[in-house]
């Protein structure tokens, strides 16, 4: 969090504004204390689940996290319950899920992901996935404002 430094343990990530981050769907960038603790819990949550696997046949079993995932990205600034990580074995993104479901894969690396948060910054009326916007003075992506703001949104203009 911006302001702690070292220290204090929190490094990195995306303090937000108005519990939004700043990637497209108001996504934000984990702090590294988050994205440890994040992993530990997707990784105990995955030995539950090893429990119950001992038991399916290798066709039932279900897997819910690995430890090669670093989760890197969440709903929001304070948010633990989704989000997407790094697959460090194939370079590409999934989303999470404190549910259990099903981890998707997505197309994108980080860096394609990042490099297309910083495109549609830079080129708005390009944008594709989302549209980046201002409330107030804040930076928020279309996609995740809520109906009760979004008559406050106001496109970013290039």
Do not use: F
């Amino acid at each position: 969090m911006r302001g702690q430094g070292l220290q204090q343990g929190s490094v990195a990530g995306d303090d937000g504004s108005d519990d939004e981050g700043c990637l497209p769907g108001n996504k934000a960038l984990m702090t590294l204390d988050a994205v440890a603790a994040v992993h530990r819990l997707r990784v105990d949550s995955q030995a539950r689940m090893d429990t119950l696997n001992a038991r399916r046949s290798e066709d039932e079993r279900v897997t819910v996290w690995k430890a090669t995932w670093i989760p890197v990205v969440a709903a929001g600034p304070a948010d633990t319950t989704s989000g997407l990580y790094l697959d460090t074995e194939t370079g590409y993104l999934g989303r999470w899920s404190r549910y259990d479901e099903p981890p998707v894969d997505e197309l994108d690396t980080l860096v394609t992901y990042l490099e297309e948060a910083a495109d549609m910054l830079e080129a708005p009326a390009l944008a594709t996935r989302d549209r980046p916007g201002l409330i107030g003075e804040a930076l928020v992506w279309l996609d995740g404002v809520t109906a009760a703001r979004e008559s406050r949104w106001q496109p970013l203009t290039g």
